[in-house]
């Protein structure tokens, strides 16, 4: 699965440790989502989504 | 700004580290004091409680883990799982690996050793994944 977290971060102006704080979830965790190394389950995705006021698509993709 | 939670899992770690250490502290204590207290104490205290003493604190440290894991996110609790999986694999082995060098004739190791082992094979398991992590 692909997803634009670090380009929506960016835009945001967040940190990695502010979206985590966000999230309720470790800096780690972040990291590895927006490295592609862990897929969060879809409660998480919808959390994802709500925070940067998206549709979950928006953010995630399937693998090209 | 993003709005900010109540965030627990900022906190998991350290929380962990106090509860573990006050059981690990307990059980160090126990240990120690069986041997006091098993020749000091009179008839009115089964000597089976008093050697049965250490496992309470055994048992806390469990808890402690236990804890950790409904406290951390969803990503920390499959790398918990994943490592704790993979040092029972090992320690497991481990266990039978000796039971058949034991019939070549090494010495008969006390269960005792068992969770050593194990908390060793747990210890190196997550140093490993923790450098790989990286």
New interface residues.
Partial sequence: MRNSLPALRAEHGFTQAQLADALNVSRQTVNAIETGRYDPSLPLAFTIAKVFNKQIEEIFSPEA | M?????????TAGRQYLVEFSIALGLLVLAVLARPWLLDNTGNETPAVLIKLMPAVPVWLMFWAVWRHYRR?????Q?KLLKTIAVAFGVGSCLVVTYSFLEDAGLPPLAITWAWPTLAACWGLTAAIMRIADK
Avoid: C, M, N
């Fill in positions: 993003i709005p900010t939670s109540a965030a627990p899992v900022k951390i996110d969803e990503f920390e499959l």
